[in-house]
């Protein structure tokens, strides 16, 4: 949850707003309660909407309708004021996880709880339908997972905002592009057998950690929903049928939500006493209970029109602030996907048209550790930076440099001890011999990309979902990029320089395009994915010679060149894939790494410069920087905060540690951690202000962190190899060690190895292994 803004109200109706849980095409959703105790999630409207008379119609009619819903797997709606000057409607919160956040951070559910989430949600469906409703934005993030089972939210608002003015002109589609029935994409006349095919999207998604027809952007979702078969490999067998007919492609043969219920309870077997999930997200839907807790009970509250428009009384900002701010705010509350496209063309006859997604509705919510301040290990030594270009900050600390505002407490993060000797070992889920030497790897949704000679698709089985791509002439291959379902990857034939850029969508298996950089004389070895378009990178002019220099070229979605810029400072580069920045760094001699920033904006003028130790060797071809929240992160005694617009370090990291040295660090999804390896020690630090969440010790006096090999963060687990070729499991958000994995077959080959879709991917020469994000 984010704490209110000046934009946000303070209140609706009786209820006192705390915080910020999500927003979507209608407009926001606050945690609120009222005087009396009754916590509620509350969907304001935007004020645009608000003042369209033909939505405010709708609107009231749905909020009457949706009054009418009563069943147990749904949040009813409590409360609403569809004529006031903000229109709100108030469901019933539930402490609960949704199940967008709970995959992605979990891994996929089991068997048993997928039955029971497909007959909680189809139960949920049968009383949505009931009261003359169609939910039109069933998703996984519009389902919250609860102790008392999955909960169905966000019904009756979809088809308020549909026909809206200026909201959903011709063409116009309400709904989430990869859940959506087919005759929804084509903007065709709506059923409830509509919901029961997003019902069966929902399922695989929950069953493998990515919905049927893959990623990508909302036209070509469209188009794979209305032309396309769906991807079913991740169910179980004994779901496969009836999601099967879910997703039919005629809303006929679809069965209907009572249908659904009925056949699962015939196949229902004896049920295990406890809970119904996994224990990980059953202690998460705990804490998020004990997060409602600690909110403090509102004192009466001054009518907006006698306190100023959407005051709230002094006396308990603060106390509103720091409840708000006891939630955990990493833990994004609303669907990505849930805003407003932009017009996009989709392909295969569907109208050119304006996809508006759904609103995300109640959200769950997550207690957090908070960061504290590290003093354990911190020691009284100084951090050592000049606080970045300019002189800019200043020393605050033992080893943190925090900004304003971090935490002061000298309470010290949690450590983990990782004893190789007693730490869980994982199994294999399965092993795959690929044609040829892997020289790359990449994930794709449930797809595993082994690039060697041959290009082979591995789903979640193991087997091969395509026929392999032939690169006889491979000679080498660089680390790839993925974006949605493309993977972006170099390869440079054997006894050449003449590097070509593939693109490939793993949703079919086949090269999208190649190109062939014009640069004779360069050696292009990464390539990134921004946008539309690519950037490519590398270095050009003899292997030793005073010429030697990198480059990066900005190409468009047709490949054609933006710009181009070179110099001896462009060994290694980042180029996230958000904002406008990008960074190269260089070493003018072994004891100095330098730093500077570029503005793509501005046809990759150089900006700010940065200059510190090291006594690493900076390559070209591999990534040793990251990218969070307007942050770049660089160093090597230390790790550096720097604001990607001025320079000014942020914060500056420094083990206590003598003589740690930090290998690459890592950015979680959300950009609110930053990971970092020493040689001995892990650290999760406060992207914000650098204070260490928690710290993982390696403790075998033979062996360190590979620095060699890129930590990896997914499905919950941070991955990070040793130099004894064992790959830990962390878990993300408290550092516990969960399980290790180790191969003697692995043994005298690089360390290689890459995670996503619920599993953990290891290679070692043309053996690809797999394992489960829980280790089992």
């Given at each position: 949850?984010?704490?209110?803004?000046?934009?946000?109200?303070?209140?609706?109706?009786?209820?006192?707003?705390?915080?910020?849980?999500?927003?979507?095409?209608?407009?926001?959703?606050?945690?609120?309660?009222?005087?009396?105790?009754?916590?509620?999630?509350?969907?304001?409207?935007?004020?645009?909407?608000?003042?369209?008379?033909?939505?405010?119609?709708?609107?009231?009619?749905?909020?009457?309708?949706?009054?009418?819903?009563?069943?147990?797997?749904?949040?009813?709606?409590?409360?609403?004021?569809?004529?006031?000057?903000?229109?709100?409607?108030?469901?019933?919160?539930?402490?609960?996880?949704?199940?967008?956040?709970?995959?992605?951070?979990?891994?996929?559910?089991?068997?048993?709880?997928?039955?029971?989430?497909?007959?909680?949600?189809?139960?949920?469906?049968?009383?949505?339908?009931?009261?003359?409703?169609?939910?039109?934005?069933?998703?996984?993030?519009?389902?919250?997972?609860?102790?008392?089972?999955?909960?169905?939210?966000?019904?009756?608002?979809?088809?308020?905002?549909?026909?809206?003015?200026?909201?959903?002109?011709?063409?116009?589609?309400?709904?989430?592009?990869?859940?959506?029935?087919?005759?929804?994409?084509?903007?065709?006349?709506?059923?409830?057998?509509?919901?029961?095919?997003?019902?069966?999207?929902?399922?695989?998604?929950?069953?493998?950690?990515?919905?049927?027809?893959?990623?990508?952007?909302?036209?070509?979702?469209?188009?794979?929903?209305?032309?396309?078969?769906?991807?079913?490999?991740?169910?179980?067998?004994?779901?496969?049928?009836?999601?099967?007919?879910?997703?039919?492609?005629?809303?006929?043969?679809?069965?209907?939500?009572?249908?659904?219920?009925?056949?699962?309870?015939?196949?229902?077997?004896?049920?295990?006493?406890?809970?119904?999930?996994?224990?990980?997200?059953?202690?998460?839907?705990?804490?998020?209970?004990?997060?409602?807790?600690?909110?403090?009970?509102?004192?009466?509250?001054?009518?907006?029109?006698?306190?100023?428009?959407?005051?709230?009384?002094?006396?308990?900002?603060?106390?509103?602030?720091?409840?708000?701010?006891?939630?955990?705010?990493?833990?994004?509350?609303?669907?990505?996907?849930?805003?407003?496209?932009?017009?996009?063309?989709?392909?295969?006859?569907?109208?050119?048209?304006?996809?508006?997604?759904?609103?995300?509705?109640?959200?769950?919510?997550?207690?957090?550790?908070?960061?504290?301040?590290?003093?354990?290990?911190?020691?009284?030594?100084?951090?050592?930076?000049?606080?970045?270009?300019?002189?800019?900050?200043?020393?605050?600390?033992?080893?943190?440099?925090?900004?304003?505002?971090?935490?002061?407490?000298?309470?010290?993060?949690?450590?983990?001890?990782?004893?190789?000797?007693?730490?869980?070992?994982?199994?294999?889920?399965?092993?795959?011999?690929?044609?040829?030497?892997?020289?790359?790897?990449?994930?794709?949704?449930?797809?595993?990309?082994?690039?060697?000679?041959?290009?082979?698709?591995?789903?979640?089985?193991?087997?091969?979902?395509?026929?392999?791509?032939?690169?006889?002439?491979?000679?080498?291959?660089?680390?790839?990029?993925?974006?949605?379902?493309?993977?972006?990857?170099?390869?440079?034939?054997?006894?050449?320089?003449?590097?070509?850029v593939v693109a490939i969508d793993t949703s079919v298996g086949k090269a999208a395009w190649t190109f062939a950089p014009a640069d004779s004389d360069g050696l292009t070895d990464t390539v990134w994915a921004v946008g539309d378009g690519v950037y490519l990178s590398g270095m050009e002019g003899t292997e030793t010679g005073a010429d030697?220099?990198?480059?990066?070229?900005?190409?468009?979605?047709?490949?054609?060149?933006?710009?181009?810029?070179?110099?001896?400072?462009?060994?290694?580069?980042?180029?996230?894939?958000?904002?406008?920045?990008?960074?190269?760094?260089?070493?003018?001699?072994?004891?100095?790494?330098?730093?500077?920033?570029?503005?793509?904006?501005?046809?990759?003028?150089?900006?700010?410069?940065?200059?510190?130790?090291?006594?690493?060797?900076?390559?070209?071809?591999?990534?040793?920087?990251?990218?969070?929240?307007?942050?770049?992160?660089?160093?090597?005694?230390?790790?550096?905060?720097?604001?990607?617009?001025?320079?000014?370090?942020?914060?500056?990291?420094?083990?206590?540690?003598?003589?740690?040295?930090?290998?690459?660090?890592?950015?979680?999804?959300?950009?609110?951690?930053?990971?970092?390896?020493?040689?001995?020690?892990?650290?999760?630090?406060?992207?914000?202000?650098?204070?260490?969440?928690?710290?993982?010790?390696?403790?075998?006096?033979?062996?360190?962190?590979?620095?060699?090999?890129?930590?990896?963060?997914?499905?919950?687990?941070?991955?990070?190899?040793?130099?004894?070729?064992?790959?830990?499991?962390?878990?993300?958000?408290?550092?516990?060690?969960?399980?290790?994995?180790?191969?003697?077959?692995?043994?005298?080959?690089?360390?290689?190895?890459?995670?996503?879709?619920?599993?953990?991917?290891?290679?070692?020469?043309?053996?690809?292994?797999?394992?489960?994000?829980?280790?089992?």
């Open positions: 949850m984010e704490p209110l803004d000046d934009a946000d109200p303070r209140r609706a109706g009786p209820y006192l707003l705390f915080g910020r849980l999500g927003s979507g095409g209608m407009g926001a959703v606050y945690l609120g309660r009222s005087v009396g105790g009754r916590t509620v999630a509350i969907k304001v409207v935007r004020p645009d909407l608000a003042r369209d008379g033909e939505f405010r119609d709708r609107f009231r009619s749905e909020v009457a309708a949706a009054r009418a819903v009563s069943g147990a797997f749904t949040a009813p709606v409590v409360d609403a004021d569809p004529d006031g000057a903000m229109p709100w409607m108030a469901t019933a919160f539930v402490p609960g996880v949704s199940l967008h956040r709970a995959v992605a951070s979990r891994g996929p559910l089991p068997e048993p709880a997928l039955r029971m989430l497909a007959a909680g949600i189809a139960e949920a469906l049968a009383g949505i339908h009931a009261a003359g409703l169609i939910h039109r934005d069933l998703k996984p993030a519009n389902v919250l997972l609860a102790a008392t089972g999955p909960h169905v939210i966000d019904f009756g608002i979809s088809r308020a905002v549909e026909g809206t003015s200026g909201l959903t002109a011709t063409g116009a589609v309400i709904g989430s592009p990869g859940y959506m029935s087919p005759e929804q994409a084509l903007g065709h006349r709506l059923t409830p057998a509509s919901d029961v095919f997003s019902l069966g999207a929902t399922l695989v998604y929950a069953a493998g950690g990515r919905g049927p027809f893959g990623e990508g952007s909302p036209a070509v979702l469209l188009y794979r929903v209305a032309n396309t078969e769906p991807d079913l490999s991740a169910l179980p067998g004994s779901l496969t049928d009836l999601v099967t007919a879910c997703v039919a492609k005629d809303p006929g043969a679809r069965p209907t939500p009572r249908q659904l219920v009925e056949e699962l309870e015939r196949r229902a077997s004896a049920v295990a006493a406890g809970s119904w999930l996994p224990p990980a997200l059953t202690a998460d839907i705990v804490a998020a209970g004990q997060a409602i807790h600690a909110l403090p009970v509102p004192a009466a509250v001054p009518d907006p029109g006698a306190a100023g428009a959407g005051a709230v009384p002094g006396d308990r900002s603060r106390e509103i602030g720091d409840a708000a701010r006891s939630l955990d705010p990493t833990v994004p509350m609303a669907d990505p996907r849930s805003a407003v496209s932009d017009q996009g063309t989709v392909a295969g006859g569907i109208a050119r048209r304006r996809v508006v997604f759904g609103a995300a509705g109640a959200a769950a919510v997550v207690l957090g550790g908070g960061a504290a301040a590290w003093a354990a290990l911190a020691g009284s030594g100084s951090s050592g930076s000049s606080g970045g270009p300019g002189g800019h900050g200043s020393s605050s600390g033992p080893g943190v440099q925090p900004v304003s505002g971090a935490s002061s407490s000298s309470a010290a993060p949690p450590t983990t001890v990782l004893d190789v000797a007693k730490a869980p070992s994982a199994a294999p889920a399965w092993t795959h011999t690929a044609p040829s030497q892997v020289a790359s790897l990449a994930i794709a949704g449930q797809t595993a990309v082994c690039i060697g000679s041959e290009v082979t698709f591995l789903g979640p089985d193991g087997k091969s979902r395509f026929a392999t791509l032939n690169f006889s002439t491979l000679g080498t291959a660089a680390q790839p990029t993925v974006s949605g379902s493309m993977v972006y990857t170099v390869l440079i034939p054997a006894g050449s320089l003449a590097a070509e030697r220099h990198g480059f990066v070229t900005a190409l468009d979605a047709k490949r054609n060149q933006l710009w181009r810029v070179a110099g001896r400072d462009i060994v290694n580069v980042l180029v996230p894939t958000t904002g406008t920045h990008w960074l190269a760094g260089s070493q003018p001699d072994d004891s100095t790494l330098q730093v500077q920033v570029h503005d793509a904006a501005a046809k990759g003028a150089a900006g700010w410069k940065d200059t510190v130790k090291t006594d690493g060797f900076l390559s070209s071809g591999t990534t040793e920087f990251a990218y969070a929240s307007g942050k770049f992160f660089y160093g090597s005694d230390q790790l550096i905060a720097a604001d990607v617009q001025t320079g000014a370090h942020a914060w500056t990291f420094k083990s206590a540690v003598a003589d740690e040295r930090f290998g690459a660090p890592l950015a979680s999804p959300d950009g609110r951690t930053v990971y970092v390896a020493g040689f001995s020690h892990l650290y999760a630090l406060d992207a914000s202000n650098g204070t260490p969440r928690w710290i993982a010790q390696l403790t075998a006096s033979n062996q360190s962190f590979s620095t060699t090999s890129p930590m990896k963060t997914a499905d919950g687990n941070v991955y990070v190899g040793d130099t004894g070729q064992n790959i830990w499991a962390l878990a993300a958000d408290t550092g516990q060690a969960r399980w290790k994995y180790s191969d003697p077959r692995q043994a005298g080959s690089q360390l290689m190895f890459d995670a996503g879709g619920g599993r953990l991917y290891a290679v070692a020469g043309r053996l690809v292994t797999a394992v489960n994000a829980a280790g089992r």
